[in-house]
């Protein structure tokens, strides 16, 4: 499964992607998109108010910053988690 955007809502010639993701610990990672962009995003509050054994298992951070970039898309573990494109790049999950 890959979650886009379509190519209208950034203004692209192609569907946004991740290209280069840096974990920067305390849950942060740096994203940089195909279109150059880079993000900013803080983790933290969405692990910790989440209720689901699945998720709070990433508060570990070791077991957090196992993700890869997949079809464009950060993903940890086989789709264990992934979000929105479009979330991501708002800056806000």
Do not use: C, R
Request: aromatic letters at 14%.
């Amino acid at each position: 499964m890959k979650i886009t955007v379509s190519n209208t809502d950034y203004n692209l010639d192609k569907p946004l992607s991740i290209i280069k993701a840096k974990n920067l610990g305390n849950y942060h990672i740096l994203i940089e998109f195909n279109n150059g962009v880079e993000k900013f995003v803080d983790f933290a509050d969405f692990l910790s108010k989440s209720q689901h054994q699945s998720i709070k298992k990433y508060l570990n951070e070791t077991l957090f910053g196992t993700f890869k970039i997949i079809d464009g898309n950060l993903n940890w573990n086989d789709y264990d988690m992934i979000f929105p494109i479009a979330d991501l790049y708002d800056g806000k999950i």
